[in-house]
């Protein structure tokens, strides 16, 4: 199935179920989320990355508007509905500000596996405590999937790109999965590493014959 969309290019990457709040000041983009929320159409959201405009995104359905300042500009709230694959640019429509793309919509398989989610929560949960980070989930443990996850576990913008990119439950979970397991015994050793800095400049008490060390 091919259609036509709407294209808002944005420095992020946006996945399905995923509820994104967007501040809109430019003309084209304010002509866009007033064209698509006034026939309640979709636009897609495509990564703006190394100077270029990714080929895969995601649709987003706009919420509400929940804003519009005295200029015009607006704030919006809007949530991650489907994946799609840009077949054709259309930088120009007529009387529009704002271009498009031709699309298809790749299948998508949610063939995860139950253990290694747990075992991605556990990962998570270390991680963020490394980090003294504390993070609530809007779902139950059991409902969450890879991409309730992936925004939290230290991905660059091209790494959330490339699990954007994976179109099965189960690559996502392996591809989250040796991050996190690269990730924290990195963090784990700049922990101790810290530690050792803090100690400079104590007072200490060295032997050469023993190694012993006392502060």
């Known amino acids: ?5 709407p294209l808002f290019p944005l420095n992020i990457v946006v996945y399905p179920g995923e509820q994104l709040n ?6 084209r983009y304010k002509q866009l989320i007033n064209d698509c929320f006034g026939e309640k159409k979709e636009f897609g959201i495509a990564t703006a990355m190394n100077n270029s405009i990714t080929e895969i995104g995601t649709t987003v359905e706009i919420l509400s508007i929940e804003r519009i300042h005295e200029d015009g500009e607006m704030d919006i709230r809007t949530v991650g509905k489907t994946i799609f694959r840009i077949l054709e640019r259309v930088d120009e429509l007529p009387e529009k500000l704002y271009g498009g793309a031709i699309v298809s919509y790749p299948e998508n398989i949610d063939d995860g596996v139950e253990s290694k989610m747990i075992g991605l929560l556990r990962d998570i949960r ?52 040796r991050h996190l397991k690269k990730t924290i015994p ?18 200490r008490k060295l032997s050469v014959n023993d190694g012993n060390e006392e502060a």
């Not at 967007?22 to 003309?27: A, K, N, R, T």
């Not at 990195?186 to 007072?203: A, D």
């Open 1 to 5: 199935m091919t259609n036509f969309i």
């Open 22 to 27: 967007l501040h809109i000041f430019e003309p």
């Open 126 to 177: 270390q991680f963020h405590s490394l980090l003294e980070v504390k993070k609530e989930y809007k779902k139950r443990e059991k409902d969450l999937i890879t991409y309730d996850l992936a925004h939290h576990a230290g991905l660059s913008l091209e790494q959330e790109y490339e699990l954007l990119c994976l179109m099965q439950e189960a690559q996502r979970q392996e591809f989250l999965q």
């Open 186 to 203: 990195t963090i784990t050793e700049l922990q101790h590493l810290k530690k050792r800095i803090e100690l400079n400049g104590h007072f």
